[in-house]
Nanobody, 115 residues
Framework: QVQLVESGGGLVQAGGSLRLSCAVSGTTFSMNIVAWYRQRQGQSREWIGTRLIAGASNYADSVKDRFDISIDNAKNTGYLQMNNLKDDDTAVYYC?????????WGQGTQVTVSS
């Protein structure tokens, strides 16, 4: 059974950094695309950005120049590097991976930014 396992969330001060991980388990096939979303309390899920294994990426304006998405092919893991975090970045973060043209979601990880 293919699963995406997220880790790395937690509490961080405003201006700080965190790196979230999204590890593939249950298959040896590579994750071709990884995308990250977040959901603030009481709001709908918001797209943050996407990276293709070939290298192309794009980001929402709200996180551009602060967040970076990468994929480690050897570990079959996607990452979300978050810098200069703001109070408004507090949310549950979810990864979505595409493996053999099927989409899988991580379980979500809480990120809380304190000022």
């Amino acid at each position: 059974q293919v699963q995406l396992v997220e880790s790395g969330g937690g509490l961080v001060q405003a201006g700080g950094s965190l790196r979230l991980s999204c590890a593939v388990s249950g298959t040896t096939f590579s994750m071709n695309i990884v995308a990250w979303y977040r959901q603030r309390q009481g709001q709908s899920r918001e797209w943050i950005g996407t990276r293709l294994i070939a290298g192309a990426s794009n980001y929402a304006d709200s996180v551009k120049d602060r967040f970076d998405i990468s994929i480690d092919n050897a570990k079959n893991t996607g990452y979300l590097q978050m810098n200069n975090l703001k109070d408004d970045d507090t949310a549950v973060y979810y990864c979505k991976g595409v493996i053999r043209q099927r989409e899988y979601w991580g379980q979500g990880t809480q990120v809380t930014v304190s000022s």
